[in-house]
């Protein structure tokens, strides 16, 4: 029964009245008061927002590289602080260490976690596969167009096999249309790797593409508004639903 | 009968033109790179023996060549470019010694960096030549003071280097590596140091160039020997031919250093779009 309750407990994030401010040129800004949230195991969560409305700051605490004032964080029912484990962050940038290669760099984060260069090796090439960057695993980054080197980002943070996959705003920095070919790519490893995954984007049609919730979050303080994506999968967006859910979400912004 | 020559002629051809048009490809490269010292050192030579130029301060060539050839052959040099060679490998090892560390160190810690920074520009920019009195009434006229004024003037440029590297070391690599739950020392290994390594090499360059600088100020002052001696002492005896020769000598080390260092640069960081 326990051993249950953990393996359906995997990737599960709560956060209970979670609070956070910054001191800026001697003024102090609540970025998050009293949040409360709970993403289930395996899904997808998108949070959304103007800037300063704090989506960063709370992946940032949940992610572990921020402490928050007040409130806590719980992963499979266990509160956490600091870095752990069970997570893994894919940024805006890549961040690729420009000194080693594709496989090299995919590795890095299993090495760091102690697991030997081989074995590490072997594994980082099967998400390089994954990420469809086969061919390349000798490359250096500043071979790699923008879009590969975020891959390769991708691919390193699936090596570690984190059950939540933290994603700041992944695509941001990619054209549009590699960012059209990335959504696609994310929607079908967070399918075939079952991880939880939380999103932060500023891309509303983005946000609708990839989760199940959408998490709407504003500056003026109100609490984040869920708001349900029951489009099915894999989703068309030009389908009357997905159209429909982005004029509502549009709308919360005021935009039409 | 005739299209048939034709044709093995023209297929025959291509590669002699090919071959052809390798080496002159390779010589215009050589002649755009080393074309203007060749002409340099083609009137010096005219005009030294033709007497456009005063021969007793610039003998011709061929003059210097016989008095390298003779100072080589007979072991003079020889002994010159050892002694020379000792004092500045000597410093610029310890230099480079603790200049490395001790820079990898300091830009770890933000703290210490600022309280040394200022005493670090102050050394740096009182002149080691003008320590150097200071160095031979506190280490005598041996070779103590002379490996330490070089020592003291090729330390700078490779400690600020290195602190310099591990200062501006990308944060967001640092904070990436934090994520996957690396340790203070495993961020060092695997991100600060390899990141620092152009800049250590741009202040390895410096020093070396730096090495060379001060061994030739510093055998011209006080020395019985040493290839910085042989220059001021050729010209005291008016051996101009040997005093060139030694000066081409310490050309070809400075030269010669500097290569050695780049090779190794481009060997360690063949990552880097900058080499």
Redesign the interface.
């Known amino acids: 029964m326990t051993t249950a309750t953990t393996t359906v407990r995997r990737g599960e994030v709560t956060i209970r009245d979670l609070s956070k401010s910054f001191t800026l040129n001697g003024r102090r800004l609540d970025v998050l008061r009293g949040i409360h949230l709970d993403v289930a195991s395996g899904e997808a969560l998108a949070i959304v927002g103007p800037s300063g409305c704090g989506k960063t700051t709370l992946l940032r605490v949940l992610?572990?590289?921020e402490e928050p004032d007040r409130g806590e964080v719980m992963i499979d029912g266990a509160p956490v602080h600091g870095?752990?484990?069970q997570?893994?962050?894919i940024?805006q940038?890549p961040?690729l260490?420009?000194?080693?290669t594709v496989t090299q760099n995919v590795s890095?984060?299993l090495e760091?976690?102690g697991q030997d260069r081989a074995s590490a090796a072997e594994k980082a090439r099967h998400y390089i596969r994954l990420v469809g960057l086969a061919g390349f695993e000798d490359a250096?980054?500043?071979q790699l167009s923008g879009g590969m080197a975020q891959r390769v980002g991708i691919a390193r943070a699936l090596t570690?096999q984190p059950e939540i996959l933290l994603l700041d705003e992944p695509l941001g920095a990619l054209d549009a249309m590699t960012k059209l070919t990335m959504q696609e790519e994310l929607a079908r490893i967070w399918r075939e790797e079952g991880v939880t995954m939380i999103l932060v984007t500023h891309d509303l049609e983005e946000a609708i593409f990839l989760a199940d919730r959408v998490l709407v979050m504003s500056k003026s303080g109100h609490p984040p508004r869920p708001i349900e994506i029951d489009v099915p999968r894999p989703r068309d967006r030009s389908a009357p639903s997905f159209v429909a859910l982005r004029r509502r979400l549009m709308a919360e912004f005021g935009l039409h | 009968m005739t299209l048939e020559t034709v044709e093995t002629g023209a297929l025959a051809a291509p590669p002699i033109r090919l071959a052809g048009a390798r080496i002159g490809q390779v010589a215009r490269a050589g002649l755009a790179r080393y074309g203007l010292l060749l002409g340099f050192l083609l009137l010096w030579q005219l005009g030294s023996t033709f007497g456009w130029i005063n021969p007793t301060v610039f003998p011709p060539l061929d003059r210097i060549l016989v008095a390298l050839w003779n100072g080589l052959a007979s072991g003079a040099l020889i002994d010159d470019i050892a002694i020379s060679l000792q004092r500045s490998g000597l410093a610029f090892a310890a230099a480079v010694g603790l200049g490395i560390p001790l820079g990898l160190f300091m830009g770890q810690i933000p703290a210490m960096e600022r309280a040394l920074d200022p005493i670090l520009q102050f050394f740096r920019q009182t002149s080691a030549l003008a320590l150097y009195p200071v160095f031979i009434l506190l280490l005598g006229l041996g070779e103590a003071s002379k490996v330490f004024v070089i020592f003291w003037a090729t330390l700078f440029p490779i400690l600020l280097a290195t602190i310099g590297g591990v200062k501006e070391v990308d944060r967001k690599l640092v904070e990436m590596a934090r994520t996957y739950g690396a340790t203070r020392a495993t961020i060092f290994r695997r991100v600060v140091l390899p990141a620092s390594v152009p800049s250590i090499f741009v202040g390895l360059r410096l020093s070396a160039t730096t090495a060379l600088l001060l061994l030739i100020a510093a055998e011209m002052i006080g020395a019985n020997r040493g290839l910085g001696f042989q220059v001021m002492n050729a010209q005291y005896n008016f051996q101009i031919p040997l005093m060139f020769a030694a000066i081409f000598l310490l050309a070809g080390l400075g030269l010669t250093a500097n290569a050695v260092l780049v090779r190794l640069q481009r060997r360690l960081c063949r990552w880097s779009d900058a080499v």
């Open positions: 992610a572990g590289l870095i752990g484990r997570r893994a962050v940024f940038e961040r260490l420009p000194w080693l890095f984060g760091v976690r250096y980054p500043r570690v």
